[in-house]
């Protein structure tokens, strides 16, 4: 196994116990991109990161993540596939989805650490 995924993989790990505020295997300049959604949108940098997670986490409650498998597509790309429960904080509506979230790993700005 690379460290790439292990570096994704311990990621994950953290995120299934709950601990969504370490942000430390993140380049400074890191690009986080969320597709589509209520809040679709680019953000640059782990400050921004983190307030558009939490801008989302905000709208819900009971957030869980469980990640189901890790591909290693090459040496830079690690897909997860995962799945979100959650329900909203106004609507009560139960949240129950898949998703496939890609890590790109630049070598030359990543250093992977074991988080």
């Not at 690379?2 to 116990?17: F, P, Q």
């Not at 801008?55 to 897909?79: N, P, Q, Y």
Request: aromatic share 10%; charged share 30%.
């Amino acid at each position: 196994m690379s460290e790439n995924l292990d570096l994704v993989r311990s990621i994950y790990a953290g995120w299934e116990r709950g601990d969504f505020g370490s942000a430390v295997w993140a380049h400074p300049d890191i690009e986080f991109v969320v597709p589509d959604g209520p809040e679709p949108g680019t953000w640059t940098g782990v400050a921004a990161m983190a307030k558009a997670v939490r801008d989302i986490f905000s709208a819900l409650d009971d957030f869980r993540v469980e990640a189901t498998e890790f591909r290693e597509l090459d040496d830079e790309h690690v897909l997860a596939l995962v799945r979100f429960r959650a329900s909203g904080k106004t609507s009560a509506v139960e949240v129950d989805q898949e998703s496939a979230e890609l890590f790109v790993v630049d070598p030359s700005i990543w250093r992977p650490v074991q988080c």
